[in-house]
């Protein structure tokens, strides 16, 4: 998901790491871009770590090269939530956060949805013969979909509340 349509929008904002690159900040890590400029289609990041970890210890400049913005995007992606609240959460808070997040029905639901039907036709098919298998078969694997996407949606809810009752637990508000 592309989330610049110039690399220039880039520039003077906070941006969460999302993708390891070698050399470059760790998956978690938020980095605010100082200069960006485009060569062509390669894209140039100045960008500056914002928070101290164990990998960077100063405010010294790194550098970061992209075949494209959309290669940029997949990198480091717009995150105020995040941003705002970094001191609030460890790495690894995080990193789930993260992990959470970049679910989609193609990387987490598809496959549940695969093997379920897979085992649910087979068992249809060999163990009930019939008409009667195939429409159990048909409404079990409805039922595995549907599960599938509310399953993806409550964690993603989940996360984000669990991430929320760490911040306002600072503020004496507890969420439920």
């Not at 894209?43 to 210890?57: G, L, S």
């Not at 048909?138 to 599960?147: D, E, I, K, Q, R």
Request: aromatic letters at 14%.
């Amino acid at each position: 998901m592309n989330y610049l349509l110039n690399i220039d929008e880039a520039i003077d904002r906070k941006f969460l790491v999302t993708k390891a690159m070698k050399g470059q900040a760790d998956i978690g890590t938020i980095i605010h871009v100082m200069d960006a400029e485009q060569q062509g289609a390669t894209v140039i990041v100045y960008y500056r770590v914002t928070r101290y970890n164990e990998k960077f210890h100063d405010y010294q400049d790194y550098t970061a090269k992209f075949e494209n913005i959309s290669a940029f995007c997949k990198w480091a992606q717009p995150d105020n939530f995040i941003a705002r609240n970094y001191e609030c959460f460890s790495l690894k808070d995080i990193q789930h956060y993260i992990k959470i997040k970049n679910r989609s029905f193609t990387s987490f639901c598809l496959p549940i949805i695969v093997v379920a039907a897979l085992i649910i036709w087979g068992i249809a098919l060999f163990a009930i013969k019939g008409p009667v298998g195939i429409a159990i078969g048909g409404v079990l694997t409805l039922v595995v979909v549907v599960a599938a996407f509310v399953l993806l949606k409550t964690q993603k809810k989940k996360e984000k509340m669990r991430l929320y009752r760490k911040v306002s637990a600072g503020w004496g508000v507890v969420f439920e």
